[in-house]
């Protein structure tokens, strides 16, 4: 049987494929990616609509909805260099943050100083490991802090889609410390998509570089040499082979019980990385995002309903939608909703019709419109669950406590032949972000060209 052979091979179209794939490339080695879904990208994917935006940046577009990654967190030079380099704009996010508690708008100033003081302490807390939840009910349970610890387990769980019952106190220090070293307050979005990436990536690399449709089942190795087994749309297997391959798929895959979509069978068998993936956890988050005919939001409406003019993120006590978003400073009358961690698991199973359904009442509840309101400007709705796709099984990973090397056990290579990237590898303290994936992309491109140069 004929048998494609290469120098690499990549599992996963993502961008820490996509990202280790441009550096093997740029060094003259020869790769494949092999891409269960029928598109690159991965946890990047942005539709876009028919509906048309207003003119951004002089030029007429559709309007378009992110259903993964959104924002470029802070500034990673290696992720801002490759926008550069392709091209693509950044919009820097803008417009003031708004709390909404009770149906009241607060004084974000004074609700943020209290989170802060306890975020400080959380930070420089010096001991053994604990949970968020264990620092939060040991230092701050006081009723005095009540209010100012729930912003704070709001933005844990959000930000991290991570339960604060098991988060690592370790770990978030260490993203921390991450975020202060690329000024992550600083937050972009890229215009007309992310996606826009993705495609100038597949560009780059040739088209004849990925295969789509061919979902690993099996890999079968022996120092310096991989045979891998996939199985295509038509349900036919084939088969590849390599010195070496790089294997970038997501931490809810490597959870997948045997045999489940999207999970590899390895022979033989990585122990370790089983125990390592199962130290990690894979966190929900669900977003649904509307674009409406008007910004009915900023007016106060005909029962004097709350009013955000200029909205940029607001926050509230919504048990199933707390956070929101508009895309300021683009002036499109647009609104996201988000939510991660613990409050996320009840929507794992939702299918994307209840996702908007319920994403609609808590609008509702939040600002005080009627169903029948909402309805009437929407123009139209995108939202994904990651949680229930074959592929992904979560929306991103994160540490709980007692598990800090989870990710280095995770990323170590084996016999020179084995290699391992993707956001659950990082071990900068930028898990579940795109800038992690990539650069887990270009360690492991550089741990294969290390190695395949001394045999
Ligand atoms: C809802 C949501 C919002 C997010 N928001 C942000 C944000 O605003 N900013 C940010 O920086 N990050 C964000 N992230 C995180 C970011 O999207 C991810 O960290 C990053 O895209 C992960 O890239 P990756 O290459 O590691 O994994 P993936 O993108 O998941 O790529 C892995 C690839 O492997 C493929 N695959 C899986 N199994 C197999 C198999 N058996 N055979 C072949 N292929 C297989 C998958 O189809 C996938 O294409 C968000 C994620 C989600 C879900």
Same mark, same amino acid.
């Given at each position: 049987?004929?048998?494609?052979?290469?120098?690499?091979?990549?599992?996963?179209?993502?961008?820490?494929?996509?990202?280790?794939?441009?550096?093997?490339?740029?060094?003259? %080695?020869?790769?494949?990616?092999?891409?269960?879904?029928?598109?690159?990208?991965?946890?990047?994917?942005?539709?876009?609509?028919?509906?048309?935006?207003?003119?951004?940046?002089? &030029?007429?577009?559709?309007?378009?909805?992110?259903?993964?990654?959104?924002?470029?967190?802070?500034?990673?030079?290696?992720?801002?260099?490759?926008?550069?380099?392709?091209?693509?704009?950044?919009?820097?996010?803008?417009?003031?943050?708004?709390?909404?508690?009770?149906?009241?708008?607060?004084?974000?100033?004074?609700?943020?100083?209290?989170?802060?003081?306890?975020?400080?302490? =959380?930070?420089?807390?010096?001991? !053994?490991?604990?949970?968020?939840?264990?620092? =939060?009910?040991?230092?701050?349970?006081?009723?005095?802090?009540?209010?100012?610890?729930?912003? $704070?387990?709001? %933005?844990?769980?959000?930000?991290?889609?991570?339960?604060?019952?098991?988060?690592?106190?370790?770990?978030?220090?260490?993203?921390?410390?991450?975020?202060?070293?690329?000024?992550?307050?600083?937050?972009?979005?890229?215009?007309?998509?992310?996606?826009?990436?993705?495609?100038?990536?597949?560009?780059?690399?040739?088209?004849?570089?990925?295969?789509?449709?061919?979902?690993?089942?099996?890999?079968?190795?022996? !120092?310096?040499?991989?045979?891998?087994?996939?199985?295509?749309?038509?349900?036919?297997?084939?088969?590849?082979?390599?010195?070496?391959?790089?294997?970038?798929?997501?931490?809810?895959?490597?959870?997948?019980?045997?045999?489940?979509?999207?999970?590899?069978?390895?022979?033989?068998?990585?122990?370790?990385?089983?125990?390592?993936?199962?130290? =990690?956890?894979?966190?929900?988050?669900?977003?649904?995002?509307?674009?409406?005919?008007?910004?009915?939001?900023?007016?106060?409406?005909?029962?004097?309903?709350?009013?955000?003019?200029?909205?940029?993120?607001?926050?509230?006590?919504?048990?199933?939608? !707390?956070?929101?978003? &508009?895309?300021?400073?683009?002036?499109?009358?647009?609104?996201?909703?988000?939510?991660?961690?613990?409050?996320?698991?009840?929507?794992?199973?939702?299918?994307?019709?209840?996702?908007?359904?319920?994403?609609?009442?808590?609008?509702?509840?939040?600002?005080?419109?009627?169903?029948?309101?909402?309805?009437?400007?929407?123009?139209?709705?995108?939202?994904?669950?990651?949680?229930?796709?074959?592929?992904?099984?979560?929306?991103?990973?994160? $540490?709980? $406590?007692?598990?800090?090397?989870?990710? &280095?056990?995770?990323?170590?290579?084996?016999?020179?032949?084995?290699?391992?990237?993707?956001?659950? &590898?990082?071990?900068?303290?930028?898990?579940?972000?795109?800038?992690?994936?990539?650069?887990?992309?270009?360690?492991?491109?550089?741990?294969?060209?290390?190695?395949?140069?001394?045999?």
């Amino acid at each position: 049987m004929f048998m494609p052979t290469t120098d690499v091979l990549i599992i996963g179209a993502g961008i820490a494929g996509l990202g280790a794939a441009l550096k093997l490339q740029r060094q003259g %080695y020869r790769m494949t990616i092999l891409e269960a879904r029928n598109r690159a990208g991965g946890r990047i994917a942005t539709v876009e609509h028919q509906q048309p935006s207003s003119h951004i940046n002089g &030029t007429k577009s559709n309007a378009w909805s992110e259903l993964g990654a959104e924002f470029v967190h802070g500034m990673e030079p290696h992720l801002l260099s490759l926008f550069n380099e392709a091209g693509l704009l950044l919009n820097e996010e803008s417009g003031p943050f708004s709390f909404i508690r009770s149906g009241q708008v607060l004084d974000a100033h004074e609700d943020v100083k209290g989170s802060a003081t306890i975020l400080a302490a =959380l930070y420089a807390y010096v001991g !053994p490991d604990c949970s968020a939840q264990d620092f =939060l009910q040991r230092h701050f349970a006081s009723k005095h802090w009540q209010q100012a610890r729930a912003q $704070v387990v709001s %933005y844990i769980e959000g930000f991290n889609a991570a339960r604060l019952e098991d988060v690592s106190v370790h770990w978030l220090q260490q993203c921390q410390h991450a975020a202060d070293s690329i000024n992550e307050e600083r937050q972009f979005r890229p215009l007309f998509g992310y996606s826009r990436l993705i495609d100038w990536l597949v560009q780059q690399l040739g088209s004849e570089n990925i295969v789509y449709e061919q979902e690993v089942r099996r890999l079968s190795w022996s !120092p310096g040499s991989v045979t891998v087994q996939t199985r295509n749309a038509q349900g036919e297997r084939e088969n590849w082979q390599a010195r070496a391959t790089i294997v970038t798929i997501p931490l809810g895959i490597w959870q997948a019980p045997a045999g489940a979509r999207g999970a590899i069978a390895y022979e033989p068998d990585l122990p370790s990385k089983w125990k390592a993936a199962q130290d =990690l956890r894979m966190g929900a988050a669900m977003r649904v995002v509307f674009h409406f005919d008007d910004f009915f939001w900023e007016q106060e409406g005909e029962q004097q309903q709350i009013a955000l003019p200029g909205l940029g993120f607001l926050r509230s006590d919504d048990p199933t939608f !707390p956070v929101w978003w &508009t895309q300021a400073p683009l002036r499109v009358p647009t609104l996201t909703a988000w939510v991660g961690g613990t409050q996320a698991l009840p929507l794992a199973e939702a299918d994307e019709a209840s996702l908007v359904e319920q994403a609609l009442q808590a609008l509702s509840r939040t600002i005080g419109r009627s169903i029948e309101t909402l309805r009437s400007h929407i123009l139209a709705t995108a939202t994904h669950n990651w949680s229930r796709d074959p592929y992904a099984r979560g929306a991103y990973s994160y $540490v709980p $406590v007692g598990a800090v090397d989870a990710p &280095t056990r995770l990323a170590e290579p084996l016999e020179n032949t084995l290699f391992f990237a993707g956001e659950a &590898t990082d071990t900068l303290g930028f898990t579940g972000t795109v800038h992690s994936a990539l650069l887990t992309g270009y360690r492991a491109a550089s741990e294969v060209t290390t190695a395949l140069q001394i045999e």
